[in-house]
């Protein structure tokens, strides 16, 4: 970045316009604006180098400002300005973030949907979230994992939720008349058909 660096010579800085009072003569004055300049050393703009370390903390949010003070421009008069960097949060292929909670979907067999099933996978951070169920599940479901969010960046005790939605995959292809009457009579389920406005 451009740093000021003292030179030869000097320079009008500080500049403004101040009134000025002159006598014409015996109760006669004049006022007069004027300018007015400080006599400063002279400088230069000399580019040079810096590495500047920025620490993103566990749970920052998109657009969370982080400022570094009198990194920014140069001025000639006056404190430079400041360098702000804006944390920009990418799309995860598995993870949608609201707020310190994150949602997820998990696509289970129809088999697993009805014995239940044990699932584990790995979380942000690397350890294994545990997934469990040994009733029914049916799709659209949504299990919620306490405390397996994110933290949040000021207050490291407030820690968001994971939700899982489940999804089933209905088996493809046809049964045949042996194993239809199998499944109801596993089943055992009346025929029951409900319309409705879902939306």
């Known amino acids: 970045k451009p740093v000021a660096k003292q030179t030869a010579g000097s320079r009008k ?12 003569g015996p109760g006669r004055f004049q006022m007069m604006q ?22 993103v903390e566990a749970g920052v949010a998109d657009g969370y ?14 404190e430079p300005g400041d360098l702000k960097f804006i944390i920009r949060i990418q799309k995860h292929p598995r993870f949608e973030r609201k707020k310190n909670d994150l949602y997820t979907n998990l696509t289970i067999t129809l088999q697993d949907a009805l014995n239940g099933f044990d699932v584990s996978f790995p979380h942000l951070d690397g350890h294994d979230v545990v997934v469990k169920r040994e009733k029914i599940t049916w799709p659209g479901a949504r299990i919620k994992k306490k405390g397996e969010g994110l933290p949040q960046h000021d207050q490291n005790n407030i820690i968001g939720d994971l939700y899982v939605t489940i999804d089933v995959d209905f088996p493809k292809g046809a049964f045949d008349n042996e194993q239809r009457e199998a499944i109801k009579t596993l089943l055992q389920q009346e025929p029951k058909h409900r319309l409705y406005n879902g939306f």
Do not use: S, Y
């Open 65 to 78: 400002e982080i400022p570094f003070t009198a990194e920014g421009e140069p001025h000639m008069e006056g």
């Open 34 to 55: 004027e300018q007015v300049c400080d006599e400063c050393p002279n400088i230069k703009f000399v580019t040079e180098e810096k590495v500047l370390e920025i620490e």
């Open 13 to 24: 800085c500080n500049c403004r316009m101040e009134m000025r009072t002159t006598q014409m």
